[in-house]
Nanobody, 125 residues
Framework: QVQLVESGGGLVQAGGSLRLACSASGRTFSTYAMGWFRQAPGKEREFVVAISPSGGSTYFADSVKGRFTVSRDNAKNTIYLQMNSVKPEDTAVYYC??????????????????WGQGTQVTVSS
């Protein structure tokens, strides 16, 4: 069992930056691929980024490539999403996700083993 808790959401102006964090419980954190998804009002939940268990590989959705970065600290059971040059269309609830026995590839939401509760990110224009 893995429990995920996100933090760091809030209101930011377009062009600004925000960093999200996701803390995980459990001693097997380093064996999970981790990721971020987001869901805007009236839209389906969508993949944002995945990071491999070691943190050595990442995979980004085209919509955030070049603007967002992701990292993980396995000693702290935490992953981070650094959001730069944010746009109003980045406004969504951001969810941390864990997937066992996987890597830094695209995941469908149905393939996620564990979800966090989500944190709201609002980008004002």
């Amino acid at each position: 069992q893995v429990q995920l808790v996100e933090s760091g959401g809030g209101l930011v102006q377009a062009g600004g930056s925000l960093r999200l964090a996701c803390s995980a419980s459990g001693r097997t954190f380093s064996t999970y691929a981790m990721g971020w998804f987001r869901q805007a009002p009236g839209k389906e939940r969508e993949f944002v980024v995945a990071i491999s268990p070691s943190g050595g590989s990442t995979y980004f959705a085209d919509s955030v490539k070049g603007r967002f970065t992701v990292s993980r600290d396995n000693a702290k059971n935490t992953i981070y999403l650094q959001m730069n040059s944010v746009k109003p269309e980045d406004t969504a609830v951001y969810y941390c996700a864990a997937r066992a026995r996987y890597g830094a590839y695209y995941w469908a939401p149905t393939h996620v083993n564990y979800w966090g509760q989500g944190t709201q990110v609002t980008v004002s224009s």
